[in-house]
């Protein structure tokens, strides 16, 4: 909560769906258990249907709406713009709101190509030298036990990397009858399992290791070529609500890379692995020890200490929900574990606290362009069949 | 979220520590997240301290503030008293409210004593017959995976019980030098871990097995006799913010039972278990199957059923999240799990649909009586040296 | 292996079916695997049925066989009488062989009864004072993480010891149309789930803390009280191999007790817990540390330190196989684990080189006895319907 | 154990180190649990060093010991040759054995490269002719839920295979410090991470999946170039045992390939990986299900079936210990586990029954050889910077 007469944030989102109720819920939940330097002011959600974005509003908890993202970044009282919409929308959005002085968190992947994260990277520049800042939602930072990772890992307890691994499993498509939706659209979504779950564990293995990845070799895989199309999908795309329509986007995707200290790491992103539900699995190897995180035990660190005796050495099995932990102290008591939301609710925290500082907030916009670069790299190489790519 | 024209469902609470921020954090999301036959309203928090109680308020969300659980009854803008203080005083604001014609939810454990509890349930059954109603919180129950075990049993997939075994540990006074605390204090807080925990896993093997216990022996243990008196703890209990004070509950207790259909039931609750911090553990076995859950992974629930082709028998370890389970499809999607904080966001969703439904919610005043009465029993068990004590 | 000249260890085994079966791989498979410093020798097994103790012999490994254990202990080449038969033999054949001036292994329980089993205890006193010892087999001991978690309690690294939960969970009865066996009768068994499996998790409890129970309270409950006869059974009992017969044992049994150091100890022994097939847990708590065990993990031993920092403090997953551990470097690289019957050679290995430094080997029948005692406090509790017991 | 009379099946063993300990241990111990058609005589056991040969004998219970493996060949009573040296070796002597009309068990990998591997098939193919046969050593199939794993996917449990993912995991190489051995010498080990134990999961993937690898990407690394002499190595090459000697094979391994079926597969081998002691862990995702398995967990199957009910769908922990699974009934009851030795003595009967009949034992060496070819695709791959190379 903010102290009475904290200055004020006001707060414009654009999309109201899945990412747009987990953002909602965050702005709203965040100053109920955090002191904020910043009290947001969740003034006005856009989107394209009047009827459907006002019942948003009512429901996620905005003062008003609008349908026009135009008329929202136009708005004084707008002072962040929170763009959650599909990949192809980022970069027209985000690009406009700086311009109009407004700070921007832009739901991943940044973009849809690299060229559009370059021009987002550009005009995130510009304005971060008048001050308004930008930042991506890789959300999946803001996990305690993967900001203790990152911790551990600074403080030099595991040593140099040598190894990651790193899973993105789902099976929401396994049944080759499941339907259509944008995100199996390229031209909304981009990419597929690569561009959507792929970029989490790349920002993962790039954020927790500290190093950037310095080249890729990969292969994608689009398992089942056409989908049943829904009724509710033809709303979107314009077409009928029956018969089957082309995947055009990845299924799969895997790789491996090079670090930039000499690791290797490997990558798997699939919504094909049944019984997986959102298994986001990372694990390091370095010369001193070792870290393992699996999100279907988010409130779980895993960590080997190599240092350790031999008799009692043993992956400790961490409960990241004491005080001394990221965001501990904040919730409930130790042991009161936190679900997928809450790191939705420490990404504002974060974010209000460093634009309250004047510090650039992370993962910047450049953060996100070095994770569309792998993805754009493991495109290429999975196109020339499989070969190496460097990253620049 | 409410349909407009809803009617509202005005809100009391009384406290505003540990439980009156999870309840608060209820209040506040359950309409967001689920469509809610009355819209609740969050008038009032009463508190003794002025000033605290008036931060608790705007942080918590409360529109109002009052120094005065009686004022809070009087209102008329309040429907439901939302009772979070420590136990000594659950009996005395209940029956009030219920008199006063309001519906009531009481933390657990109902009462500090069985007297107390039956009274309580006597005004509860003279509020039902003129549609008020009262609950009592054993937000537990909420959890999806819980509700998932209580289905199961219900479908008979479990046969008939044999047996429960039951945990509640916790490690928070396992340091001898963690200080006193409200809970450690008989007068406040009736028993210790017996009481503050003991009483979920009592209630919850209670409601997953649907039957009731019919007598027990067990034996309870203060190990730490004497513990540093904190500054903060002046104020409670005006003893001086230095020495030590002695501890007059229970550390811990173990005691075993009969459940109602012949099976055998063992529990047992401490907070002396170094490295549990919130370990929740209920495993039911039946004749035609098993479950088990432990609330360190609280959107799982395993399942053995005994049915199944020997050759692919096994526990069936389910991820309790997906649109087919209990406050299923609500939330996020399948695989992103809850927390702690989500029970309580269930409590009042099932809390006000039956209460727009004119149905006596659950877990009543006589569910928490059923519960207090073991805890008696346990109680006397222990005094008299471990006997066995029929529970009537 | 033994070097030249290693004095031999003459064997002669009572029983040949699963026990018998164990024991004979260990004695097998010790020399192959441990430098022993006496070279065991198996001599003869002995068995009612001539022809089948022949065909066990060839099988088993034994150089002879003959149909009396009378005639077995008579012989001059055997010096270690192992007795591996069903409980209410245990005394008359294991104090003939001492008396014989024969070192005994026994298998566990015991015996049948508290004063069996002292009269087995003032045997082996007798014999010792003249060189020869008994020992009995509760194998259990030693799996090398129970051996890791009694040096982790004696190194103090535990603490005090605070709670012991302890449980042995099977489900081959849990089926009501399982057949009778002689596990089941009351005059070959002595007890069922309570003196079968409940009395190895009693013997780890006591071994692990090294304290003895001084007291319980419990329960002992039949669920099935007669059973299919099959035709196997014929021949053990008399009965027809047809119909149905009683069951004179318990099916499961639940009881608490007190550590002489003060602790809480809490047991369960069931055949009933569909899924579980052998699950022998152990979980110790004390004021520095805790431990947890699980044989259907059994290579595994977790281990939290309370004086880890908190940050990083954690359940230390110890995979029991570096040359560091218990019986570590005499099997195979770390990680390759062992299996329930390389308990049964550990346990060889450990008598052997006793009795050739002329100790007391453990554990001793007093041992036993102290266990028998638990046991028949247990059964005194429940048909006293469930009071304390003490334990002298 | 064979019925009298049984015919016998006279072993040569080559090599006595830790793969030979393994066998003989496997050698002695199948005919005491399993009902042989053969009955296994171990004859011969074939080194260099004469005193250290001779007292391998007598330790695994070999009759007879010479310092020739040509000499052990040309025995009358040898039947089959057990072929247990490092890869540099494996061509000459098994082709030799075949050539001598012996049955031939060869251990992994099968040959050092391609070429050799090549040789190898056609010279087995010429004794099958003869009837006389040849299999390799990957004894991980053995392994009971590695068998029940390919019981699945026959079955059809599992559909069609959507993604392999498959990762050997070790850390005995990850302190810099750690010595050179044999394994390190590309001479006698053929490669490193990837040959060693990269090979065991490349079967395994081929062998549960019933498919071969198509085509792969890979990246070989060595960590660590240069590593302490021990002493101990000096007699092995001819270095002094001070100072530090080249690491001339692979530490660590990652490549993903493609399936016959149109699956993906990926693949990490690593000696590098602190923590992880014999981590082979092996994932299948199917059309139907999947399957999940860790060595570290060897006695379970986890398995998904996409056809059960929604509400009650999870991972099944199969404890493949039961009479229905593979192997079962012929060790222990229920639940009391195997260990990695199991897998060898598993290997033997295997084997012999399949010579006893007639049939070609599997892994067959041309089995062997799609292996190496995989292994060789992935060195090729590496050489030129990680592009894709087809497998012929």
Chains 1, 2, 3, 4 share one sequence.
Not at 184 to 196: N, Q, R, T, V
Not at 356 to 379: H, I, M, N
């Amino acid at each position: 909560m903010s102290a009475p007469g904290t200055p004020t944030l006001g707060i414009g989102m654009v999309g109201y769906s899945f990412m747009g109720q987990a953002h909602s819920q965050a702005w709203r939940t965040a100053p109920r258990f955090f002191d904020l330097p910043l009290a947001p002011r969740m003034r006005v959600v856009a989107g394209r249907d009047g009827d459907a974005v006002r019942a948003a509003a009512e429901r996620l908890g905005w003062d008003e709406s609008v349908t026009s993202w135009q008329e929202l970044i136009a708005r004084d009282d707008v002072d962040l713009v929170d763009v959650c919409t599909p990949g192809d929308t980022h970069a027209e959005i985000a690009i406009a709101a700086l311009q109009a002085g407004k700070h921007v968190l832009c739901e991943k992947p940044l973009a849809n190509s690299v060229a559009e994260a370059e021009a987002m990277v550009a005009a995130a520049e510009r304005a971060a030298a008048r001050g308004v800042h930008a930042a991506v939602g890789f959300t999946y930072r803001r996990v305690p036990a993967i900001q203790l990772a990152r911790r551990l890992v600074e403080q030099g307890r595991i040593g140099e990397v040598r190894h990651v691994r790193a899973q993105y499993l789902q099976d929401w498509l396994a049944d080759p009858q499941a339907p259509l939706s944008w995100r199996l659209d390229k031209e909304k979504a981009g990419s597929g399992a690569l561009g959507d779950i792929g970029a989490h564990v790349v920002d993962l293995a790039q954020f927790v290791t500290g190093e950037l990845l310095t080249g890729v070799a990969g292969m994608l895989e689009t398992f089942v070529r056409e989908r049943p199309v829904p009724a509710s999908f033809a709303g979107l795309s314009g077409e009928a609500g029956e018969g089957t329509g082309p995947v055009t986007v990845d299924d799969a995707a895997v790789f491996f890379g090079r670090l930039a200290g000499g690791g290797l790491a490997t990558f798997e992103a699939t919504r094909f692995a049944w019984g997986r539900k959102n298994a986001i699995r990372l694990e390091v190897n370095g010369t001193r020890g070792s870290l393992a995180f699996d999100f279907e035990d988010m409130n779980l660190l895993h960590f080997f200490d190599a240092t350790d005796d031999a008799e009692v050495a043993g992956f400790r099995r961490i409960v990241v929900t004491e005080p001394e932990h990221p965001y501990g102290g904040h919730w409930w008591p130790a042991g009161h574990g936190l679900g997928y939301e809450h790191a939705f609710t420490h990404q504002v925290v974060d974010l209000v606290e460093d634009l309250a500082a004047g510090k650039q907030p992370t993962p910047s916009f450049a953060d996100g362009l070095a994770v569309q670069r792998v993805l754009d790299a493991v495109e290429r190489s999975s196109d020339a069949g499989g070969g190496w790519v460097d990253i620049p």
